[in-house]
């Protein structure tokens, strides 16, 4: 089976304060994770605030060089002992989402210039071929080119600009998408939109995600694997339904038990106790 | 009570004036959690600013009134022209990004000591403050903190500590919880809920998470396209909505170990520039038929003390796509 994504001791170590007086943050902390699988996967990476999964998930695009370990995607190295330079197969081959879709756009540029720019520089399309190939990933995410052409961020909804983001990342074909909190800035009765848009991606187009959240249910959701992140250390690993329905680990509980849901109501605090 | 009688707010803009929210009438009684739901943009945290008599440019009250039921010193009611003089001690606000409302270069302890109206002996009002965060579960050190020195959830709570030093009658959250984690989530709703039921005032929560809305509220209010389109208690919205919105909104999220598809609220609310007639949630209603286009639905009472704006209120929503009837 091919391996999607491998970590082997991964860690990383964040410097705080002065020179004198200097504090250390374990960001990831011996993290060893490994999803081998034939058909593509979707993989969750939950957590709170503060436990790694952005760590993990900026080391694997290769934006921060672990302390120490090494990671795999689709049998090559990407962080560690081994790893070649950022080329366009990486490129090619990994591809981010972020947060922030107007954060991650400039406000003073057109998005389609961000799509042609992505379909020349890392998929190496020419200028018509760059065109076809935006067309093409806007429709994928069900938006029409002529409706996006020169248009600026703020001509967008939250929702349409995270679309946009997807289809970027789709030009170059890439085989793992890492979607960093993909929905939290999106309106709870738009969000299964775009979360079924990567259900969707990864069943017709083959692509495999790693998707970082706090959102517990949309992960149960869409995930194969879950991974639980707490304070850099990888708590819980395995089949998403399995980790839902049967949480080994006090922490899965206590997010679990942590989600609103509209099924029963929380117990007041005192009586919990 | 609070009422709200068909209040109008607009802005003003460069292509001329817009209605945010478009007359709305509500009565609150005392001493309930309202949950206020909607799209963003639907005209949620408007009606907030409206109620906390925050009214500046380009915002205006362009009709309607507000009678909040309770009077001043002097024994005059209170209306919105002069709740301002009352912010924090009969009506407070707690903002969505508390990192935007703390003043980020001075420590929260002198934060507290600012607030109008409070004790001139400041030695007495920072000791009064140190006894009352330490029972919401704040070390006394957080008053020395500044505020980027606090975790969000550790601000967060220092908010809700200034929002209800006073004990005000009213308090405003606007989403006080989205830019937390789950964790922390459930410790702030937990500490609002326990506050209020020791306090025994009103909170009106805007969140766009129903599962929230669900946990915490015992009333609920829905809002579409600058309107109000269901209001009633907690208990009959969520067992039995009555507008197909409510009901969208409340199946739109998937909840753990259920695995039926979701498909969120296709298509999007209509833009305030055009003029519309009829329902404004028409164009996205599996219900919708001539009348609505036309016919605008009135708030109306459906259940005891569950209203609707819709011609087809109750009518059920069959998996399948076409209504099926009750």
């Known amino acids: 089976m091919a ?50 999964k952005t760590t993990l998930a900026k080391t694997l695009l290769r934006l921060v060089q672990p302390s120490s370990g090494r990671a795999t995607i689709y049998d090559r190295v990407v962080a560690g002992p081994g790893v070649r330079g950022i080329d366009k197969q990486f490129l090619a081959a990994v ?33 018509a071929g760059a065109t076809d190939a935006s067309a093409k990933a806007l429709a994928a995410v ?11 961020t703020n001509q967008f909804s939250g929702g349409e600009l995270q679309r946009v983001s997807i289809a970027r990342a789709l030009i170059p074909g890439p085989s793992l998408i890492v979607a960093d909190e993909p929905v ?31 959102d517990l249910a949309t992960a149960y959701y869409i995930s194969d694997y879950v991974a639980v992140m707490s304070k850099g250390t990888l708590v819980e690993f395995g089949p998403a339904r399995q980790v839902m329905a049967d949480p080994q680990h006090a922490y899965t509980r206590l997010l679990l038990d942590s989600i609103p849901t509209t099924r029963t109501r929380w117990r007041p605090r005192k009586a919990a106790a | 009570m609070i ?96 990192m935007n409302s703390l003043n980020p270069v001075v420590r929260v302890g002198s934060q507290f000591v600012d607030f109008p109206g409070a004790d001139p002996d400041k ?41 209800t030093f006073f004990q005000p009658d009213l308090i405003l959250a606007d989403e006080p919880t989205t830019a937390l984690d789950v964790v922390v989530q459930k410790d702030i709703l937990m500490l609002l809920m326990e506050l209020q039921e020791q306090m025994g005032n009103t909170i009106l929560l805007v969140s766009h998470d129903m599962g929230v809305h669900y946990q915490v509220t015992t009333r609920m209010l829905i809002m579409y396209a600058a309107k109000a389109v269901e209001y009633g208690e907690s208990e009959s919205v969520f067992r039995a909505p009555l ?65 609707a704006a819709c011609h087809h209120a109750g009518e059920l929503l069959a998996p399948s796509g076409g209504p099926a009837w009750q």
């Not at chain 2, 030695?123 to 704040?138: D, H, T």
């Not at chain 2, 039926?260 to 055009?274: F, H, K, N, V, Y």
């Not at chain 2, 009829?278 to 038929?289: Q, V």
């Open chain 2, 123 to 163: 030695k007495r009002v920072l000791e009064q403050v140190r006894a009352y965060i330490g029972k919401l579960g704040l070390p006394v050190e957080t008053l020395d903190a500044y505020p980027h020195q606090l975790s969000g959830g550790m601000r967060q709570r220092v908010m809700i500590a200034m929002a």
């Open chain 2, 3 to 98: 009422r709200l009688d068909n209040v109008v707010a607009s802005y003003r803009t460069g292509r001329g004036s817009i209605n945010a929210v478009d007359g709305v009438s509500l009565e609150i009684p005392d001493g309930c959690i309202l949950g206020v739901a909607g799209e963003s943009g639907c005209g949620k945290s408007t009606l907030m600013k409206l109620i906390y008599g925050d009214v500046q440019s380009p915002m205006a009250l362009a009709a309607g009134s507000i009678e909040y039921g309770f009077a001043d010193g002097r024994g005059q009611p209170i209306t919105s022209q002069t709740i301002r003089q009352h912010w924090f001690s009969r009506i407070s606000y707690i903002p969505q990004s508390s």
């Open chain 1, 3 to 52: 391996v999607i994504l491998r970590t082997e001791g991964l860690n990383k170590v964040y410097r705080l304060g002065s020179f004198t007086r200097s504090r250390e943050i374990r960001a990831l902390n011996d993290v060893n994770l490994n999803v081998e699988s034939d058909t593509p996967v979707i993989v969750s990476v939950v957590g709170e605030s503060g436990s790694g």
């Open chain 1, 142 to 152: 069900g938006l029409d080119y002529a409706d996006v052409r020169g248009k600026y």
């Open chain 1, 184 to 214: 939290s800035m999106i309106d709870a009765s738009r969000r299964m939109i775009i979360i079924n848009l990567f259900r969707r991606l990864k069943e017709e187009a083959g692509r495999s995600f790693l998707y970082i959240t706090h």
């Open chain 2, 243 to 307: 507008h197909p919105y409510t009901r969208m909104l409340i199946d739109s999220l998937p909840t753990i170990g259920d695995d039926r598809a979701r498909d969120g609220i296709p298509g999007r609310p209509p833009s305030l520039w055009q003029e519309l007639r009829g329902c404004r949630f028409a164009d996205r209603c599996p219900l919708a038929t001539a009348r609505c286009r036309s016919e605008e639905p009135a708030l109306v009472e459906h259940r005891p003390n569950h209203f």
């Open chain 1, 95 to 127: 591809q981010p989402i972020f947060q922030n879709p107007f954060e991650a756009f400039s406000r003073y540029r057109t998005v389609d210039s961000y799509l042609h720019e992505t379909a020349i520089r890392v998929a190496g399309h020419d200028r």
